[in-house]
């Protein structure tokens, strides 16, 4: 059975769509794209079946302003729709609909599942910890800061994901079908723990040939 979140109200008003009330359903894995910010997503949304309307929980729920951990000082608004080229500052995606925004300075957009991303993913050998900037490639799709996008990296500091990656990750994992979990990190969790096990694994073995080589 799969468990709803428990602090979300059964059933909603939206202003996104007016005409009929949104009920909250617990989707399982079963993909779908949120009629508000236009991502993709899985689990609980709030849907209004005959329109064939669905919402993010996020994005339902989310507050008019959002004071984000990683963004210290900085207040975002909610808004709806894009004025064009704009992107997501965690995944580096782009901003269709609705999202968060900075109006400071160096401005700042984020899609509102992105801005309710965990800060830390635990599990029992390895925590990612979600992070602004990393220097290092990214385990998944090795490549660099892909235009300063944020990053989850254990706290062992040996897996670096995209914040983009991430949500690849599970975004494919949902396409084949293995959504048997409620735990929408639970592919994410497997990939880091294959990575690190990897690299511990290949250190391992760095350390014994270097013993063998330097005779040790
Ligand atoms: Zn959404
Ligand atoms: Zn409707
Ligand atoms: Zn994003
Ligand atoms: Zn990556």
Known sequence: MTILSKDAPAEISHPAHPEHKLKLTAAGAAEFQCDVCKELGAGD???CRPCDFDLHSDCALAEATLAHPLLKGRELQLRYGDD???TC???G????????HCAAKKGMDLHPCCAALPLAIPQEELTLELRKEASHRCSSC???GRGRTWFYRS???TVYLHVACVREIARRSRAAGDGSSTDPFASVKDAALQIYRAKRDESELERV???LVLGG
């Open 93 to 100: 995606g782009k901003v269709l609909g609705l999202h968060y």
């Open 45 to 47: 949304r709030y849907t």
């Open 142 to 144: 090795r490549e660099r």
């Open 89 to 91: 500052g965690a995944c």
């Open 155 to 157: 706290t062992c500091k």
């Open 84 to 86: 064009g080229g704009r």
């Open 209 to 211: 040939i270097l013993e």
